[in-house]
């Protein structure tokens, strides 16, 4: 068996990046590029992990994790809020009061959805998921990962 983290490692270091991005975001400056800079690059990884996500894990999740609908509804629930966020923080500039406002949100939002899922759904994944079955699902997400580039 492999040494490299299971699907839930996999998901569970995404949660620390971004948390660690949404950290660095409300620390600049108010309006400077620098947000903007950042906000894009949470913006990249939100995607690809939510995607990633949706794909790889809340299938397996619905399918073998006793009450998995209704974790994996409130997941997917929570991404579109997630990205309703990002493309209104899109159209509007760092210095604009608009983006405080939005970005209060989103990370209320991203912080609230993170610890669900660490509190609910990756617990009942690893209760009901085999060992094996979890690793073997981290490394088809690093697979995806790499040719993806």
Known sequence: ??????????FAADHRELLEL???IEAAPPGSAERGDLLA???????THCAAEEEHL????QHDVPGGGALVFSSIHDH???????????????DDPA????LRGLADTLRRHLAGEEKALFPAARKALP????????????????ELG
């Open 22 to 24: 949404l950290d660095r």
């Open 41 to 47: 690059r949470l913006t990249d990884l939100l995607f």
């Open 131 to 146: 060992a094996a079955a979890r690793a073997e699902l981290g490394d088809r997400l690093r697979q995806a990962r790499a």
């Open 58 to 61: 809340f299938p397996v999740v």
């Open 80 to 94: 579109l809020a997630i990205g309703q966020y990002l493309s209104d923080l899109q159209g509007v500039q760092p």
């Open 99 to 102: 983006f405080a406002t939005l």
């Open 1 to 10: 068996m492999s040494r490299r983290p299971d699907i839930l490692g996999e």
